[in-house]
């Protein structure tokens, strides 16, 4: 069964830092690039990182360049999305995706997390 589970969520002030997770099973993790991505209410969904298979390539959105880090470990099934200097505006919740590196239609879906950023 196809799963991914992403942790690490919850409230922090504004400045500080989480670290989010997501634990992949069910399939072959380094087959798949890993993306974050968020939506705060009443927004679109926002694509925040992206990183290859093998790591050696990640992507950020211009809102978070700088201050997020997207990492991954194919030995534990695991991407992870290092959020650091948050700011009210990255209130939202947080979810992984895999997309096959050669079959993009094969791609798989977490539940989110939510990342609140308040004072």
């Known amino acids: 069964q196809v799963q991914l589970v992403e942790s690490g969520g919850g409230l922090v002030q504004p400045g500080g830092s989480l670290r989010l997770s997501c634990a992949a099973s069910?399939?072959?993790?380094?087959?798949?690039?890993m993306k974050w991505y968020r939506q705060a209410p009443g927004k679109d969904r926002e694509l925040v990182a992206r990183?290859?298979?093998?790591?050696?390539?990640?992507n950020y959105a211009d809102s978070v360049k700088g201050r997020f880090t997207i990492s991954r470990d194919n030995a534990k099934n695991t991407v992870y999305l290092q959020m650091n200097s948050l700011e009210p505006e990255d209130t939202a919740v947080y979810t992984c995706?895999?997309?096959?590196?050669?079959?993009?239609?094969?791609?798989?879906w977490g539940q989110g997390t939510q990342v609140t950023v308040s004072s």
């Open positions: 069910g399939f072959t993790f380094s087959m798949y690039a």
């Open positions: 990183i290859a298979t093998t790591g050696g390539t990640t």
């Open positions: 995706n895999a997309v096959h590196k050669l079959v993009p239609t094969s791609n798989y």
